[in-house]
């Protein structure tokens, strides 16, 4: 019992951020510091008088918790900003009632516009309805809804991402036997989100398809935590385990301690390897890869997400004009081109998911580069 607290408490400490240049600390999901910026304006906190007289968008986060979120949250700000608005948020800590009615609060201070990470993919439909009543137009990032309409979504291709990170541990483990076979183990998501939910499905439809290859599936609510205890658990079933996955680095820190403590943490070119292979490109991912521990990281843009959200809601959602259905090509990042599709939820900007490894990891342009290194926001 000692040996297992001891653990606990060391992947606990494991979740404490110092976060640099946006003035803002994390221990778990949310702490004191992060308080003032909620209820004041934001991450980079103007005068809460001047703050209140102006325009101002408002974003409602889902926690807190994970650096991609800080990320989107930080994003938002600074493209609010950068057209003389003022920036308010919420954090919903994961929990749908909560952020239905932060939203419903807000709307009646009348916001220039709202942009929210939906928690529930089904959950915000009513509100969504009250934010049309009211002319104000609603942003939706990273996870699209199920029901419901905004005035444009920016959103990822969660599933062929699910399918990429499924493809690279088949070409890995085909360099490593000369043919696709293996024991992998997916330590997937929370359901209820959409976008988790979608990155499972391609995942596993594409292993499925090899014979040879033993899919174990684990759930783990996108948790730190349970990934440790699920990977500890698997390794000791399965010792020559081959592969791993993770929806998220944040919580794939627990795969990354269970195989320190299991002696299976050695980089690629050991026979001891264990292929890994995460979604989202955090700067721990491009760490981890550097060292050889990381094979992959299929990447998405939270900082594109907020950005490109609140520059079309501005030229477009905040003119009473329709975002266009055409192609948004845009050079600085790093996948310079999407398509904006119309989809049951309104126009949506799918971001084409891509590779991170050790031929681009360096990329100014990648979103944990400019956030880590450009930014200043560093994470222990």
Known sequence: MNSYMSRRQFLKKMTKWTVLGAGLCLNGTLLAACEKSITGGGLNLEDPDTEEQKPFIFFSNKSLGYYFYIIQQEAVNRAAQSIGWGFQSSVAD?????????????????PVAVVADPVDSEGLEETMSAARREAIPVGIIDTPLMTGEASITIAFDNY????????????????????????????????????????????????????????????????????????????SQFPQLDAVHAPSETPARGIYQALKEKGRLHPKG??????????????????????????????????????????????????????????????KYYWEKAQIMQTASGPSLILPPFEVNTGNVDDKRLWGNIAFNDWGIKYY
């Open 160 to 235: 062929k991402a699910g399918e990429m990170a499924a493809q690279k541990i088949i070409e890995l483990l085909t360099e490593k036997y000369g043919t696709p076979k293996g024991i992998v183990l997916n330590c997937f998501g929370q359901l209820k989100s959409h976008a988790w939910n979608l990155r499972k499905q391609g995942f596993e439809a594409v292993l499925q398809t090899y014979e040879d290859v033993e899919l174990i599936s684990r759930a783990t609510e996108g948790d730190l935590t349970k990934m440790h205890d699920v990977t500890a658990e698997i390794l």
């Open 270 to 331: 050991s026979k001891e390897h264990v292929i890994f292979v995460t979604i989202d490109g955090e700067p721990i991912a491009h760490q981890w890869i550097k060292e050889g521990i990381l094979d992959a990281t299929i990447s998405q843009d939270p900082i594109a997400y907020g950005e490109i959200c609140v520059e079309l809601l501005n030229k477009y959602a905040r003119q009473g004009k329709e975002v266009p259905l055409e192609q948004y090509s845009n050079s």
């Open 94 to 110: 994961f929990d749908p009632s909560k952020q239905d009615q932060q939203i419903r609060d807000i709307l009646a201070k009348k």
